[in-house]
């Protein structure tokens, strides 16, 4: 399957500074790639798709000028927390689809704590 | 959007016993997997299964498309099986994947 790396792994950041999480595909080009958020014990909720080379699509409830996404190539996506708050804490994970009928692999998730 | 229920939401095992997993959806699908999501949080693919049986040591899974449902065998259960254990579908004519709300599994000694 692929094989799709997050960066950071973790972060703190204080109130109001913003943040960039970076999701890389390692081993496929990746036109569409998506963002989730995870809240501590709950399910993963889709934020956004992100598609190389446009803009992304967000999911009803999710502020695009709060959270920016950036796909300008086939192996990276960003996702930047802007003016973070505490309520912003979560787990969040990026997938790509490997091609094949849209399965996807998950990176390993980047856990932030806004203090 | 389609919902997608999963249960049990909690399950205690002890070591060496067998279980099944529930997933019902609420629509056509095109697309189905199964993850497990370790303790550290990475989800771990285990079935991509639209449809069908199929097998992967200790793990089954079937899926029955016109019944909406899939099902997610665990045999001889090891401690190492302990996590959360989510479904995820993605409609018909999609790409987003939809969760259920997991089943968490604790495996005990």
């Known amino acids: 399957g692929a094989v799709v790396s997050q960066h950071p792994s973790w972060v703190i950041c204080k109130s109001g500074t913003s943040v960039k999480i970076e999701c890389r595909s390692l081993?496929?080009?990746?036109?569409?790639m998506f963002w989730y958020r995870q809240f501590p014990k709950q399910s993963l909720m889709l934020m956004a798709t992100?598609?190389?080379?446009?803009?992304?699509?967000?999911e009803q409830g999710v502020e695009k000028d709060k959270f920016l996404i950036n796909h300008a190539s086939l192996t990276l996506s960003t996702l930047t927390v802007t003016s973070a708050h505490p309520e912003d804490s979560s787990f969040y994970i990026c997938s790509e689809t490997s091609g094949r009928a849209n399965e996807q692999f998950f990176g390993p998730g980047t856990r932030l704590t806004v203090l | 959007g389609i919902q997608v229920e999963q249960s049990p939401p909690d399950l205690i095992l002890q070591e060496g016993a067998n279980s099944t997993l529930r997933c019902n959806f609420s629509?056509?699908?095109?697309?189905l997997q199964w993850f497990h999501q370790n303790p550290w949080g990475q989800l771990i693919n285990l079935f991509y299964?639209?449809?069908g049986t199929k097998q992967n040591g200790r793990l089954s899974a079937t899926t029955v498309a016109t019944e909406r449902y899939s099902l997610l065998y665990i045999s001889s259960s090891q401690t190492t099986d302990s996590g959360v254990y989510f479904c995820?579908?993605?409609?018909?004519?999609?790409?987003?994947?939809?969760f259920g709300g997991g089943t968490r599994v604790l495996v005990k000694p």
């Open positions: 992100s598609n190389e080379g446009s803009k992304a699509t967000y």
């Open positions: 629509d056509s699908v095109n697309n």
């Open positions: 081993d496929f080009q990746a036109t569409t």
């Open positions: 995820a579908v993605t409609k018909a004519a999609g790409n987003k994947l939809t």
């Open positions: 299964i639209p449809s």
